[in-house]
């Protein structure tokens, strides 16, 4: 999953910036003052949050414009103040839910996996594919009831590859979700991860297909 996290100066999404990085996730951070919205690029961002602070009414302004660049992305605002009359206005500007300030990060990262699930269509926390077992929620991967340890990339690689089981994902896609905007990329970045995620997958029942020109697809093999 890539996330987008809106904020202002010395707020606490850093913080949440790197838990979710922790877990996997690609994340693209901007502050308010320095948000050029309408040259904002959107494209492979899963999921928005906005940090609503003390100011309200921006906040509203560029969620509203976000979902007019978007109107599918999930939006999630956070709200300092806990206000009722703030949490109305984010909801009537275009988010999709809106979380307290004073919620832990875990309560927080739970809103955002659930939004994430909505998207992509399952409301599953657990994903099985074969012999691969998927836990969304703990962010942990089983192989024949053997835990896999991955890496951050490795695991964003399969997660990407996983809720696709069975059709193409281009490497377009891979890079849109997996690296985040101020990333250096190679030509084999993808390729390279892609082959330490094989090793590790090494299972009869299981395989990450190339098809040329298409992409890697994520599929069961039959077992004698």
């Given at each position: 999953?890539?996330?987008?996290?809106?904020?202002?100066?010395?707020?606490?999404?850093?913080?949440?910036?790197?838990?979710?990085?922790?877990?996997?996730?690609?994340?693209d951070?901007a502050?308010?003052?320095?948000l050029?919205?309408?040259?904002?690029?959107l494209?492979?961002?899963?999921?928005?949050?906005?940090?609503?602070?003390?100011?309200?009414?921006?906040?509203?302004?560029?969620?509203?414009?976000?979902?007019?660049?978007?109107?599918?992305?999930?939006?999630?605002?956070?709200?300092?103040?806990?206000?009722?009359?703030?949490?109305?206005?984010?909801?009537?500007?275009?988010?999709?839910?809106?979380?307290?300030?004073?919620?832990?990060?875990?309560?927080?990262?739970?809103?955002?996996?659930?939004?994430?699930?909505?998207?992509?269509?399952?409301?599953?926390?657990?994903?099985?594919?074969?012999?691969?077992?998927?836990?969304?929620?703990?962010?942990?991967?089983?192989?024949?009831?053997?835990r896999?340890?991955?890496?951050?990339?490795?695991?964003?690689?399969?997660?990407?590859?996983?809720?696709?089981?069975?059709?193409?994902?281009?490497?377009g896609?891979?890079?849109?979700?997996?690296?985040?905007?101020?990333?250096?990329?190679?030509p084999?970045?993808?390729?390279?991860?892609?082959?330490?995620?094989?090793?590790?997958?090494d299972?009869?029942?299981?395989?990450?297909?190339?098809?040329?020109?298409?992409?890697?697809v994520?599929?069961?093999?039959?077992?004698?």
């Amino acid at each position: 999953m890539r996330v987008l996290l809106i904020d202002h100066a010395h707020g606490r999404m850093p913080g949440l910036a790197s838990r979710l990085r922790d877990a996997g996730h690609a994340v693209d951070q901007a502050e308010f003052h320095a948000l050029g919205i309408d040259r904002l690029t959107l494209t492979g961002i899963d999921l928005i949050t906005v940090d609503l602070a003390r100011s309200t009414s921006n906040a509203a302004s560029i969620i509203a414009t976000l979902r007019r660049l978007d109107s599918q992305i999930p939006i999630l605002a956070i709200n300092a103040r806990d206000v009722g009359a703030d949490r109305i206005k984010a909801l009537d500007a275009g988010a999709d839910d809106c979380a307290s300030e004073s919620q832990s990060d875990e309560e927080l990262l739970a809103r955002i996996r659930v939004w994430h699930r909505r998207g992509m269509g399952s409301a599953a926390p657990v994903i099985t594919v074969g012999p691969l077992v998927f836990d969304t929620h703990d962010r942990t991967v089983h192989l024949a009831r053997r835990r896999l340890q991955l890496s951050r990339r490795e695991l964003g690689l399969l997660e990407a590859l996983i809720r696709r089981s069975g059709r193409h994902v281009s490497a377009g896609v891979l890079i849109d979700q997996m690296f985040e905007w101020d990333e250096a990329l190679t030509p084999n970045s993808i390729q390279v991860y892609m082959c330490r995620l094989r090793r590790k997958l090494d299972h009869p029942g299981i395989l990450i297909q190339t098809v040329r020109g298409l992409g890697y697809v994520l599929q069961t093999t039959p077992t004698s």
